[in-house]
């Protein structure tokens, strides 16, 4: 593996979060516009306002968003220098050290 150190808990929460199909609709959403209220979130899904958050806050726990208030109303953004972790480690997987010892 790469000199690269792997927080084992992130990866596991972010691979959990991002194999949801809704929560990548989310992803998708916040990344095609840069920031999205979270009350705007709710029309952008078609979701139950109590459904959005609970996917709205797996992605903030699991830390491939980010959520910060300005006035009364809260933005979401992606965070990108987690998800920069998250693809270095699956950069691993297709390294010329695992082609190696497999055999191709």
Same mark, same amino acid.
Request: glycine share 6%; charged share 25%; net charge neutral.
């Given at each position: 593996? @790469? #000199?690269? +150190?792997?927080?084992?808990?992130?990866?596991?929460?972010?691979?959990?979060?991002?194999?949801? /199909?809704?929560?990548?609709r +989310?992803?998708?959403? %916040?990344? #095609?516009?840069?920031?999205?209220?979270?009350?705007?979130?709710?029309?952008?899904?078609?979701?139950?306002? /109590?459904?959005?958050?609970?996917?709205?806050?797996?992605?903030?726990?699991?830390?491939? %968003?980010?959520?910060?208030?300005?006035?009364?109303?809260?933005?979401?953004? +992606? !965070?990108?220098? !987690?998800?920069?972790?998250?693809?270095?480690?699956?950069?691993?997987? @297709?390294?010329a050290?695992?082609a190696?010892? @497999?055999?191709?």
């Open positions: 593996m @790469s #000199e690269l +150190i792997i927080d084992q808990g992130f990866i596991e929460k972010a691979i959990i979060s991002v194999a949801d /199909p809704i929560r990548m +989310i992803l998708q959403e %916040i990344l #095609e516009k840069g920031h999205v209220r979270c009350c705007d979130m709710v029309e952008i899904t078609g979701l139950s306002q /109590p459904t959005c958050s609970h996917h709205i806050k797996l992605l903030t726990e699991s830390n491939l %968003i980010k959520s910060r208030k300005e006035g009364r109303f809260n933005y979401l953004t +992606i !965070n990108k220098s !987690n998800f920069t972790k998250l693809a270095r480690y699956f950069e691993n997987f @297709s390294g050290e695992l190696f010892r @497999s055999g191709i």
